[in-house]
């Protein structure tokens, strides 16, 4: 389960209100072509993708195991997040219609922050595009969204998604225990990033 960043913010309400309605209104199709808003529909396409564990393994909020009912569930729980203005799964197609990645976006708006996670199908992967659709992510999400702290976290052992999250700029601030849906837990590693330390860094 996501946990709010560790930096303690304090969102205005007009400020509280404006990420929510963001969530709930904006266009994902900015982040790039085949980026739909995740729905029942797409659950087959999900079940498919996650059920590689070298997709879904080092990520530790996905429920267990992975069914075509755990992840109606789970998508069902995220739109009813969406409405709410507190959370955004985002479905990637590919050029045939597959479902080849999905993000979820978790939001506190009250403290005008938010976490990314999320996996692209096994052949896609070390393809060298990675780092650019972090930044496109990141970007997306700062601007779109209007939070102004972000949070990440990666498996200590997931040194692909570590080198990719360093090189996006944010900051390492030690470790945290992630809460898997299931109350285990799972040590990762920790970062943060301001969107004025974005900005100052990346040209949007």
């Not at 990520?59 to 997040?81: C, F, G, K, M």
């Not at 849906?181 to 040209?203: I, L």
Request: aromatic share 6%; net charge negative; proline share 4%.
């Amino acid at each position: 389960m996501s946990a709010p960043p560790k930096t303690v913010l304090h969102a205005t309400e007009e400020e509280a209100e404006a990420i929510r309605q963001a969530v709930r209104t904006v266009d994902v199709s900015a982040l790039g072509p085949g980026r739909e808003r995740a729905d029942l529909h797409h659950v087959p396409g999900l079940v498919a993708l996650l059920s590689d564990e070298r997709v879904s393994g080092p990520i530790y909020d996905l429920p267990r195991p992975i069914t075509e009912e755990s992840i109606t569930r789970w998508v069902a729980e995220n739109q009813a997040q969406m409405l709410s203005g507190d959370a955004l799964l985002i479905v990637n197609l590919d050029d045939i219609g597959q479902v080849a990645g999905y993000s979820r976006i978790s939001v506190w708006p009250e403290r005008s922050s938010a976490e990314i996670a999320g996996a692209i199908r096994a052949d896609l992967q070390n393809m060298g595009q990675g780092g650019t659709g972090m930044i496109r992510s990141f970007s997306w999400i700062f601007e779109a969204l209007g939070v102004r702290l972000m949070c990440l976290t990666a498996a200590l052992d997931n040194v692909r998604s570590q080198k990719g999250i360093d090189a996006a700029g944010f900051r390492r601030m030690g470790e945290r225990e992630a809460v898997r849906p299931d109350g285990t837990t799972r040590r990762s590693v920790y970062w943060e990033m301001t969107r004025d330390e974005w900005r100052a860094r990346h040209t949007l």
